[in-house]
């Protein structure tokens, strides 16, 4: 399978990843292509963010969520919290960004 256009979320820039399944496997993760990149995605992130190689804002990025959207996604998924100095340095260009620099 090659996913080209899928719509997994406003990342930007972005690489394209051909990924390769059993035609049996491939409807478990969804019935689109649209749909099975959207899963592994998700599924990349969660395992991302659990072994602390992604930040919550790295998922976020990913997966095209809100800080909100993001809090709930992982914590659908059973995902301790994790806020480290990226996060901070994220969170402080993002208030930046709405109100101003200090």
């Given at each position: 399978?090659?996913?080209?256009?899928a719509n997994?979320?406003?990342?930007?820039?972005?690489?394209?990843?051909?990924?390769?399944?059993p035609?049996?496997?491939?409807?478990?993760?969804?019935?689109?292509?649209?749909?099975?990149a959207?899963q592994?995605?998700?599924?990349?992130?969660?395992e991302?963010?659990r072994s602390?190689?992604?930040?919550?804002?790295?998922?976020?990025?990913m997966?095209?969520?809100?800080?909100?959207?993001?809090?709930?996604?992982?914590?659908q998924?059973?995902?301790?919290r994790?806020?480290?100095?990226?996060?901070?340095?994220?969170?402080?260009?993002t208030?930046?960004?709405?109100?101003?620099?200090?």
């Amino acid at each position: 399978m090659k996913v080209t256009d899928a719509n997994i979320g406003p990342v930007a820039p972005a690489i394209t990843v051909t990924v390769q399944l059993p035609s049996e496997v491939a409807p478990l993760l969804g019935s689109t292509p649209q749909e099975i990149a959207r899963q592994l995605v998700e599924q990349a992130a969660v395992e991302g963010y659990r072994s602390n190689r992604f930040s919550r804002g790295n998922v976020s990025k990913m997966l095209g969520l809100t800080w909100s959207e993001t809090e709930e996604f992982l914590a659908q998924h059973h995902c301790e919290r994790q806020y480290d100095l990226q996060d901070l340095e994220e969170d402080r260009r993002t208030l930046d960004e709405l109100l101003g620099p200090a």
